[in-house]
C-alpha cells in the first residue's frame, strides 16, 4: 500500500517537473537590458512572474544558466568515468574523459570513533576550527583550476580533461572538482562520512568558490562562505557604487582581470555589470532551501561591506519567500584579521553546524547582523524595487 501510494506520489510530482525543466531553458542569445537596481527575483527572464514553489525551481534553474553563460563559464556534468578509493585517509579521484585521464589526492581528516560523520570540505584551507565530531575534506581547488594571475587562464586538472580553451573559470571548475569528489565518496559505503551532512567552506578568494560550490552542487548542505568580497557575497552593482564613489572596493573589473576565476567572456561586462540579467543576491538565492552562513568583515573596504551587507540581505528574501527565512544567516563584523574569525561570529557558525551538519540544535534563531551603522550604509529603497510573493506551495 505505502509503496503504491509512493509511486502514485512519484508519477504526480514527476511530470510537472518534466514539463517545467522544458520550460526553462533561455533563448540561444540573452538580450541584455539595463537596470540599475538588484534584478528581481521572482521574474523570469521572460518577465512572467514567478509565483509557486515550482515556478522557483525553474527560475533557480534559468539563474544558474544565467551565471554559467555570463559570468562563470560551463559547468560540466558528471563524466561516465568517475572512480577512486580510500587509502587510510586519502581520497583518491580519478577522472577519464574520452582518451584523457586526470587523478588528485583529498585528504580527510576524521573524528575518533566509528561514523559515519558530518563533513566540511575546505576550498583551499580554512580558519573555521573543525567543531567536534566533523570530519574535513581537505580540497586543493588551485590543482583542479590555477588562479595565480592571468596566465593560469586554462591551466590545471580540469583543462587537463576539457582542453584549455573550455569557457569554465576557475571557480566553476573548482565545483565540477567538488562534485567529482562527492561522487566518489557515494561509491565507497565504508567511507565513514555522512553524505546528507556536507559542508563548505574557504576564505577571500576561496570563499568565493566556497559560496560557488554550494550555489552549484545540491549535494552541500551547509555554505560557509568566508569575506568572500566581490565575485562572492558582494553584488557587482553595489560594489561598483561604492568604487564610484571613492572607496577602495574590489569591483567586476578587478575580479575579472585579477586572475582566471571567472570566463574570460565576462569581461566584456566587467565595466557595464548593470546591464547584467543577474546579480550575488541570486547565487546566494541558488543555495536555498538549504543552509548558508554568510561570514563577512565590516572594516575592510576592498570586500566592500555595505554591498555584502545589502546583497545578502537582499538574499534573505528569496529564503523568505520560500518559508524558510531562518535557514540563511549573515554575520558581519569588524576589529579582526581577513580570514581570522572573532569570537562574536563563532556562536552563528556553531549553530549553523549544529543544525545542518552534526544535528545537534534546532536552534533557529534569525541572524542578520553587521556591527557597521546603518545597515553598512546600505539603504534598501536605492537597491530593491520588487516585492516578494507568497510563493504558493
Ligand atoms: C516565461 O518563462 C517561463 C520559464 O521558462 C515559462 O514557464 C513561461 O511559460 C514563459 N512565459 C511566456 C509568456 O513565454
Ligand atoms: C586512480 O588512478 C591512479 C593513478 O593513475 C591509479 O594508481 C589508481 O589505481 C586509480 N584508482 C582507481 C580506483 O581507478
Ligand atoms: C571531453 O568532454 C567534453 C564535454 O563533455 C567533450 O566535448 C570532449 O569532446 C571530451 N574530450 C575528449 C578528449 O573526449
Ligand atoms: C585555443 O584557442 C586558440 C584561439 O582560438 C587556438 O589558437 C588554440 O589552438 C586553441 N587551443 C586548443 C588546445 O584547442
Ligand atoms: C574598464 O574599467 C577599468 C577601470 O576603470 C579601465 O581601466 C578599463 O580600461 C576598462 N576596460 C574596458 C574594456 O572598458
Ligand atoms: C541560538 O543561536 C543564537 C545564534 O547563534 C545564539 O546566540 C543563541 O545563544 C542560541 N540559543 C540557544 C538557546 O542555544
Same mark, same amino acid.
Given at each position: ?131 567536534? $565530531? ?9 590543482? /583542479? *583550476?590555477?588562479? +595565480?594571475? =592571468?596566465? %593560469?587562464?586554462?591551466? @590545471? ?51 568565493? $568558490? ?9 549535494? /552541500? *548542505?551547509?555554505? +560557509?562562505? =568566508?569575506? %568572500?568580497?566581490?565575485? @562572492? ?66 572594516? +575592510? ?93
Amino acid at each position: 500500500m505505502g509503496l503504491v501510494k509512493g509511486l502514485l506520489t512519484c508519477i504526480v510530482l514527476a511530470f510537472p517537473a518534466l514539463v517545467a525543466s522544458q520550460a526553462c531553458s533561455l533563448p540561444a542569445s540573452i538580450t541584455l537590458r539595463t537596470n540599475a537596481k538588484l534584478p528581481d527575483p521572482f521574474a523570469f527572464y521572460n518577465g512572467s512572474r514567478v509565483v509557486s514553489k515550482d515556478d522557483w525551481l525553474c527560475r533557480r534553474d534559468e539563474i544558474g544558466q544565467l551565471f554559467q553563460r555570463l559570468e562563470l563559464g560551463i559547468l560540466e556534468a558528471k563524466p561516465p568515468g568517475v572512480s577512486g578509493s580510500l587509502s587510510g585517509n586519502t581520497l583518491t579521484v580519478n577522472v577519464t574523459n574520452g582518451s584523457k585521464k586526470i587523478s588528485f589526492n583529498v585528504p580527510i581528516t576524521y573524528p575518533s570513533g566509528a561514523g559515519p560523520f558530518p563533513a566540511i570540505i575546505t576550498v583551499g584551507g580554512s580558519s573555521i576550527s573543525a567543531p567536534s $565530531g566533523v570530519a574535513v575534506i581537505r580540497y586543493n581547488n588551485d590543482e /583542479i *583550476a590555477q588562479q +595565480i594571475d =592571468q596566465n %593560469s587562464r586554462g591551466k @590545471g586538472k580540469f583543462y587537463d580533461l576539457y582542453g584549455s580553451n573550455h569557457t569554465a573559470g576557475a571557480m566553476i571548475a573548482w565545483t565540477w572538482g567538488i562534485s567529482r569528489v562527492i561522487d566518489v565518496l557515494e561509491t565507497l559505503p565504508n567511507s565513514k562520512i555522512k553524505l546528507s551532512a556536507l559542508g563548505v567552506t574557504g576564505c577571500s578568494r576561496n570563499g568565493k $568558490g566556497a559560496m560557488i560550490a554550494g550555489a552549484f552542487e545540491p549535494r /552541500i *548542505a551547509l555554505t +560557509i562562505p =568566508q569575506e %568572500s568580497g566581490s565575485g @562572492g557575497a558582494a553584488c557587482w552593482r553595489i560594489s561598483q557604487a561604492m568604487k564610484d564613489r571613492g572607496m577602495q572596493v574590489e569591483t567586476a573589473y578587478n575580479t575579472a582581470t585579477g586572475t582566471a576565476w571567472l570566463a574570460k567572456g565576462f569581461e566584456q561586462y566587467m565595466n557595464r555589470t548593470r546591464d547584467l540579467p543577474h546579480d550575488h543576491h541570486l547565487l546566494a538565492a541558488m543555495v536555498a532551501p538549504r543552509g548558508l552562513l554568510i561570514l563577512e568583515h565590516s572594516a +575592510i573596504d576592498w570586500l566592500g561591506p555595505e554591498s555584502t551587507f545589502g546583497c545578502m540581505k537582499t538574499a534573505t528574501k528569496i529564503y523568505s519567500a520560500l518559508g524558510v527565512v531562518d535557514r540563511m544567516g549573515i554575520v558581519q563584523v569588524g576589529a579582526h584579521d581577513h580570514c581570522q574569525v572573532p569570537a562574536s561570529q563563532r556562536p552563528a557558525i556553531e549553530t549553523f553546524i549544529g543544525r545542518f551538519l552534526t544535528q545537534s540544535t534546532s536552534n533557529a534563531t534569525i541572524i542578520v547582523q553587521t556591527d557597521k551603522a546603518n545597515n553598512a550604509g546600505f539603504v534598501e529603497a536605492d537597491w530593491v524595487d520588487w516585492a516578494v510573493p507568497t510563493l504558493t506551495p
